[in-house]
């Protein structure tokens, strides 16, 4: 990754980003961050919207902890080889080559040094009303986005790569019923057989769906979807 100093501030990106850019960027991240706990599952990380001449419109992530040690570390970070933001960047990278839809990320941005804080800048999503909103609100409707979803499951699986919190408060639907996967910084590669994996992913959605009292038509759909022998089938792609 290519990585740049300005201030107190460290970017990692693909490519070497211009000094006006930079100096936007840390506009936003000066900016009161977006609150989603009015939505269905909300919380999806702090949240920065913006936009940034030359990139269009911009959201910011910035990490920070839950449960106890958020009492104490709200959004400090022990560095250990790569930083989340970094972490998060590469994967949206290597997702993206095997066709998932996700956000496109511009740069992982960083402040200190062995504790730090982290951000991660991406081009914004067309929508952001997430699957378990869009089913309240279209529940005659959610067959087509459900069958997008699978499919960006099916290639995570087939590649094994497991989303550790994937749920339908992390899947974007658009205006033209397309399906995001969002929120990777904890994805890892899956060591065990794909159908195990894919009863992981069953499982944790199943989990969100009946402890947030969302329609079981989500579960339903998605159990139908994926409900094959994925250890017969090849990779559909390969992440490098």
Same mark, same amino acid.
């Given at each position: 990754?290519?990585?740049?100093?300005?201030?107190?501030?460290?970017?990692?990106?693909?490519?070497?980003?211009?000094?006006?850019?930079?100096?936007?960027?840390?506009?936003?991240?000066?900016?009161?961050?977006?609150?989603?706990?009015?939505?269905?599952?909300?919380?999806?990380?702090?949240?920065?919207?913006?936009?940034?001449?030359?990139?269009?419109?911009?959201?910011?992530?910035?990490?920070?902890?839950?449960?106890?040690?958020?009492?104490?570390?709200?959004?400090?970070?022990? !560095?250990?080889?790569?930083?989340?933001?970094?972490?998060?960047?590469?994967?949206?990278?290597?997702?993206?080559?095997?066709?998932?839809?996700?956000?496109?990320?511009?740069?992982?941005?960083?402040?200190?040094?062995?504790?730090?804080?982290?951000?991660?800048?991406?081009?914004?999503?067309?929508?952001?009303?997430?699957?378990?909103?869009?089913?309240?609100?279209?529940?005659?409707?959610?067959?087509?986005?459900?069958?997008?979803?699978?499919?960006?499951?099916?290639?995570?699986?087939?590649?094994?790569?497991?989303?550790?919190?994937?749920?339908?408060?992390?899947?974007?639907?658009?205006?033209?019923?397309?399906?995001?996967?969002?929120?990777?910084?904890?994805?890892?590669?899956?060591?065990?057989?794909?159908?195990?994996?894919?009863?992981?992913?069953?499982? !944790?959605?199943?989990?969100?769906?009946?402890?947030?009292?969302?329609?079981?038509?989500?579960?339903?759909?998605?159990?139908?979807?994926?409900?094959?022998?994925?250890?017969?089938?090849?990779?559909?792609?390969?992440?490098?």
């Amino acid at each position: 990754m290519f990585r740049q100093k300005f201030g107190e501030y460290s970017f990692s990106s693909n490519s070497e980003i211009s000094e006006s850019v930079l100096n936007e960027l840390l506009h936003l991240l000066e900016k009161k961050s977006l609150n989603f706990s009015d939505t269905v599952l909300g919380g999806r990380s702090a949240l920065i919207q913006g936009e940034v001449p030359g990139l269009g419109k911009v959201v910011v992530k910035h990490y920070s902890r839950g449960g106890l040690l958020r009492r104490f570390i709200k959004d400090f970070y022990f !560095r250990i080889g790569k930083t989340r933001p970094e972490r998060e960047y590469q994967l949206l990278k290597e997702v993206a080559q095997i066709g998932v839809l996700a956000p496109e990320p511009i740069a992982a941005i960083k402040k200190g040094s062995l504790l730090y804080q982290g951000w991660l800048a991406m081009k914004e999503l067309p929508s952001q009303l997430s699957l378990a909103d869009y089913c309240l609100e279209n529940d005659a409707d959610i067959e087509a986005p459900m069958h997008e979803l699978t499919k960006q499951i099916d290639l995570l699986i087939n590649n094994k790569i497991f989303h550790i919190d994937l749920h339908p408060g992390n899947a974007i639907v658009d205006q033209l019923g397309k399906v995001y996967v969002l929120d990777f910084d904890k994805a890892v590669t899956f060591l065990g057989d794909k159908n195990t994996l894919r009863d992981k992913y069953l499982c !944790r959605w199943r989990r969100a769906v009946i402890k947030h009292k969302l329609p079981e038509i989500l579960s339903e759909l998605l159990c139908i979807g994926l409900r094959k022998n994925y250890d017969d089938e090849p990779a559909i792609a390969s992440i490098n």
